[in-house]
């Protein structure tokens, strides 16, 4: 097992950040913690680097205890969301940080930085002091300087967080080629439930403090485990008494075994999709809705959302005031609604 | 209310290369009667003020003539303030720069109880009038009378009437110099590269040298510099503390004081040193100023 936490809880003052959290990570595994802002994915992060303590609970890597023991001697990767260059001195001499506290000889830090420049596209930038670098290229030195001591794990604290969107899907998608290529065991923290499920190997959502659901991507993504986990990891509409996926909504012109009738309402184009606004049908529902009169803040039961392609929109000619049908398709994730 | 701003950042951005254009115009009729009054304010202020009594100084000085000045600051009396206050000054800037260091880092990095009274009792030493420094030093250390003087006299430490007491006196008024320059950085910088230092594997010492001290470096130096400054010149706190003997116990500040009340000739020709001194380390502090804020 490559990370072990167990039982750990943390407060700050009255504020509890982590209560009894268990976690386990097998080595060589890209994991994310994901969740919420204030939900405590950093603080078991920090935890299992040493830069933060846990009120109690221990923490085992690679099979060895180190709770108590200070980060320095822990052998981590920490990569902070900003960077945490060091400002002062040049990409070569960031990378070498770690090898020169070391006392490792000259010719040896040379190899091997100029070997973490090449695997993270800096070689050119050697001499270059990171204010003259853009962001993306400060947190691949980052990482490179973290890799640079091989750590036993490599932990991540909102890596992409500080850059914008394209070279966040950049540097995401360079991460996943990364690790495939040094296998270090890694944890990223992120609250981008996109990032989490197309880089993660195995998922952890977390939430107040405590784990809500931990599996693969696709896992968690088709079978969560309540609706918190169902809302986090992508967008959810109700179906009369369930929860389901507006693109896991299949539209009907007839009527069909398990199908509810419903009349289209509002009809917007994002790009390629088509998000159908519906008023379902159902008598009884229905009725009480108009009796009471919905209050704005209450999301009504009978209004529903089904995400379509442009093709399935056209095919189906949708018109606002249509009469359709409406059931969950085959393979879509459906949880019961409280 | 934030929606409303955002609609109306468009229009409000569009209009800004309009901006400056409408202060061109404008600027014309500004230079006119006001800037002049306000330029000729500035320039008179300082002048009265600070150019004319320094520039008398320099000026008896010079009407005195070379071998005046030779003689005043080369007399036994004179080599040996200079000396003290090369000692005194020194030793309080060097206490302060590692105290001032160690307590901007307290501050900066820990939360602790009565964090917030230190970072207040910081800057008292500058609104205290040093007099009553010298005065809170001798009840402290004073050797009949003070609290822990007959102990130090005992153990062969005499602080009032002696350099310790001076370098005392020194240290206490030029505290926050060092401390106030430093904290700010430490601050804004944050404790993210130290983590990152501590993830590496470098422990206390090397962090502070590798990474906390070249982070500091040129706020320190404005500091130190500063301090310098302020020390030479430090008169109301040592002439209480020192016993103001000549030869012994005398700075620099304190001779000048005793050659202007006296009459005697050379206390014009001392103040030109110290003036000196004081105009390098401010030529010194505008040369760092800017380095300090990349």
């Not at chain 2, 430093?182 to 502070?208: C, H, I, K, Y």
């Not at chain 2, 005398?250 to 030109?272: H, I, K, M, N």
Request: contains cysteine; proline residues 5%; aromatic residues 6%.
């Amino acid at each position: 097992m490559g990370i072990e936490a167990r039982a750990i809880t943390k407060r700050f003052g009255a504020f509890v950040a982590l209560d009894e959290v268990n976690l386990a990570v097998a080595s060589g595994q890209l994991t994310a913690l994901l969740g919420p802002s204030g939900g405590g994915k950093s603080t078991l992060l920090r935890i299992i680097g040493g830069l933060e303590e846990a009120d109690s609970g221990t923490v085992l890597i690679d099979g060895v205890e180190v709770s108590g023991i200070p980060p320095q001697r822990r052998n981590v990767g920490f990569v902070f969301q900003h960077y945490a260059a060091f400002k002062h001195l040049s990409v070569y001499r960031n990378v070498a940080f770690g090898l020169e506290i070391r006392k490792r000889g000259k010719a040896e830090i040379r190899r091997r930085v100029t070997e973490l420049l090449e695997l993270v596209h800096l070689e050119q930038f050697a001499d270059r002091m990171p204010s003259q670098l853009s962001g993306g290229q400060r947190q691949r030195m980052a990482l490179a300087r973290a890799l640079a001591v091989e750590p036993k794990v490599l932990l991540l604290d909102e890596p992409f967080g500080a850059l914008d969107t394209k070279v966040r899907k950049e540097l995401r998608d360079w991460l996943r080629r990364l690790h495939d290529e040094v296998h270090v065991t890694t944890v990223f923290v992120t609250h981008d439930q996109e990032e989490a499920l197309e880089v993660s190997d195995s998922l952890v959502v977390i939430n107040a403090g405590r784990i809500e659901q931990v599996g693969s991507p696709n896992e968690l993504y088709d079978h969560p485990a309540n609706e918190f986990v169902m809302g986090f990891l992508g967008p959810v509409t109700r179906l009369g008494g369930h929860l389901v996926r507006p693109h896991d909504i299949e539209v009907l012109t007839a009527d069909s075994t398990g199908a509810v009738p419903a009349t289209v309402r509002r009809l917007v184009r994002v790009g390629f999709q088509v998000r159908a606004e519906l008023h379902l049908a159902e008598p009884a529902a229905a009725g009480t809705a108009a009796a009471t009169g919905t209050g704005a803040g209450e999301p009504d039961p009978t209004d529903t959302a089904v995400q379509l392609t442009r093709g399935q929109a056209d095919a189906l000619d949708l018109q606002v005031g249509n009469r359709v049908w409406l059931r969950p398709s085959q393979h879509a994730s459906v949880l019961a609604a409280r | 209310m934030a929606e409303p701003s955002l609609l109306t950042q468009p229009p409000a951005r569009a209009a800004a290369p309009d901006a400056p254009r409408a202060r061109r115009h404008r600027n014309p009729r500004r230079v006119g009667a006001g800037r002049w009054a306000l330029r000729l304010a500035a320039l008179g202020y300082v002048g009265v003020l600070v150019a004319l009594p320094v520039g008398l100084v320099l000026w008896r000085t010079v009407d005195q003539g070379g071998r005046a000045f030779l003689d005043a600051i080369s007399g036994p009396e004179a080599i040996a303030a200079f000396r003290l206050t090369a000692i005194v000054a020194g030793s309080a800037v060097l206490v302060n720069t590692v105290f001032g260091v160690g307590t901007a880092l307290l501050l900066a990095r820990y939360r602790f109880r009565g964090r917030a009274l230190l970072d207040l009792a910081v800057d008292l030493p500058i609104s205290v009038s040093p007099i009553i420094v010298g005065l809170a030093l001798v009840l402290a250390f004073g050797w009949t009378t003070g609290w822990f003087g007959p102990a130090l006299q005992n153990a062969g430490l005499q602080v009032i009437f002696a350099t310790p007491g001076m370098v005392l006196a020194t240290a206490f008024v030029s505290l926050p110099l060092v401390v106030r320059e430093v904290l700010p950085v430490l601050t804004e910088t944050g404790l993210e590269q130290d983590q990152a230092a501590r993830s590496l594997g470098a422990n206390a010492r090397q962090r502070f040298v590798r990474i906390t001290l070249p982070t500091i470096r040129w706020a320190l130096a404005y500091g130190v510099v500063l301090s310098i400054a302020r020390t030479l010149g430090e008169f109301g706190a040592v002439r209480v503390v020192s016993g103001n003997v000549g030869g012994q116990t005398q700075t620099v500040t304190l001779l000048v004081d005793e050659r202007a009340e006296q009459f005697e000739p050379g206390a014009y020709q001392l103040s030109v040193v110290l003036i000196a001194v004081a105009a390098l380390c401010i030529v010194v502090i505008s040369l760092l100023r800017p380095h300090g804020k990349d």
